[in-house]
């Protein structure tokens, strides 16, 4: 039962669906003990005390309970420690790693990815290796090396690709769009959302749409076009997942962009949001 509660959690985050997510998830966190339910690890080869805890963290953060996003990671990692799971303890730091990017921390994403690539170096946990580096990368570029990071992102993408590895990609797709958008490569840019869109259609990870929008309309407005429509695509997309992380952002926005078009505001709005 804790097995199922995790895979439906997990797939239900996949999918845009946090308040179902969130019901499976939490009845997982609760129901586990250590002393009775670690050894199911050795069958599985995570510890389901481990990932339902990291997952809920982000589904905990972009329903906009912040606090609670930031108490459960710990307590993810903690449990991992503990138990001295080597890929339990990669699958915490990795999960963190990726709050600390929806965060908009890059500092702290950069270090649980550090953190989630050594050890997957001294462990040989090579999945675990490559989805560090895609976070480095991207702590690379907000930390002002565009070249490097974009390089490293997309050498350790296109590996993570290449033995199959789809989870995730669309938002890890998001990130290099972003990137190349920071050094004017709007081209680029929106060829990897097309490839996220196409990877969402696919195979129904809806989770990192709304990101998919609201980045389409940072470069679209930076090509000098109309972004109203993909904002107002990822507003929507928000609110019917409940994304309450995201909804607010967006709102925030498109009322930016409404007091702009009546002078308040002159030049082009600034899209560097504050933590939610």
Known sequence: MLEADFALGLSH??????????????????TYVPEKHHANCFLSCQDVGVTSRSVASMVRYLQGDADGAMEMSRDAIALAD??????????ALGCAAWLHSYRREPAAMAARAQDTMSLSQ????????????????????DAGDPTGG??????????????????????????????YASIGD?????????????LVAQGGEAMALAEI??????????????????????????RAQGARLFESRMVEVLEGMEKSSHGAHGGTEDLNFQNQ
């Open 122 to 141: 001294a462990q040989a946990l090579g999945w675990w290796l490559l989805w560090g580096m895609i976070f480095d990368g991207r702590g690379k570029v």
């Open 13 to 30: 985050y996949y999918m845009g669906r946090l308040a179902q997510a969130r019901v499976h998830l939490d009845r997982a966190v609760a």
């Open 186 to 198: 709007t081209t680029q840019a929106l060829a990897k959302l097309a490839d996220a869109r196409q």
């Open 150 to 179: 974009i390089q490293q992102m997309e050498q350790a993408l296109g590996m993570y690709r290449g033995v199959g590895s789809g989870m995730v990609v669309p938002y890890f797709l998001v990130q290099l769009a972003e990137a």
């Open 82 to 91: 503990a138990l001295k799971h080597p890929f339990s303890q990669a699958y």
């Open 213 to 238: 929008d609201r980045v389409e309309g940072e470069v679209r407005r930076q090509r000098g076009e109309d972004a109203e429509r993909w904002f107002t695509q990822a507003l929507d997309t928000a």
